[in-house]
């Protein structure tokens, strides 16, 4: 089986596992997977961009501790 069908294949099968789960799962418990989840991607995306360089270039808030 050649590899673009076999990860086809994975993918279908993982997305019909998460259909034949979801309505098991109560909403709020869902709610808080996904938003770990993305928060996690934004975390490990934010490192990565910072350690090469193609972070954000702001200075930071001055927030008067210094005054």
Request: net charge positive; hydrophobic share 40%.
């Amino acid at each position: 089986m050649p590899p673009g069908r076999l990860s086809m294949w994975v993918g279908r099968a993982v997305l019909g596992v998460a259909r034949t789960v979801k309505p098991l799962v109560p909403k709020r418990l869902a709610a808080a997977a996904e938003d770990r989840f993305f928060g996690v991607v934004f975390h490990l995306t934010r490192v990565t961009n910072d350690n090469y360089g193609n972070g954000t270039r702001e200075r930071p808030a001055d927030l008067g501790k210094n005054r």
